[in-house]
């Protein structure tokens, strides 16, 4: 069974910076995608970006484009999200996804807020 445990989350004023990052285990990491999605009470999950297997791309959501980035470690089955240029309205729970097997599978999230 896939399964990430994310790490990184914590408070930081606006304008700064903060790195979360999620290791995978249980699937073939090196073969799939793998998403970081956020969200705030009484909000649907929304995506934040995205990369391909193997490092063939990334996509953002036009809410974060030029503020956060998105790498992976194929060695050590992890995915990173630096982000910078904080926002109050960054302030949610993030998570990592894969799509595998015809099921996604989340990490429990974790934390990350924003003050002004």
């Known amino acids: 069974e896939a399964q990430f445990v994310e790490s990184g989350g914590g408070s930081v004023q606006a304008g700064g910076s903060l790195v979360v990052s999620c290791e995978a285990s249980?699937?073939?990491?090196?073969?799939?995608?793998i998403g970081w999605f956020r969200q705030t009470p009484g909000k649907e999950r929304e995506g934040v970006a995205c990369?391909?297997?193997?490092?063939?791309?990334?996509a953002y959501a036009d809410s974060v484009k030029g503020r956060f980035t998105i790498s992976r470690d194929n060695a050590k089955n992890a995915v990173h999200l630096q982000m910078n240029s904080l926002k109050s309205e960054d302030t949610a729970v993030y998570y990592c996804?894969?799509?595998?097997?015809?099921?996604?599978?989340w990490g429990k999230g974790t934390l990350v807020t924003v003050s002004s």
């Open positions: 249980g699937f073939n990491f090196d073969d799939y995608n």
């Open positions: 996804r894969v799509h595998y097997n015809g099921m996604d599978y």
């Open positions: 990369i391909r297997s193997k490092n063939e791309g990334t």
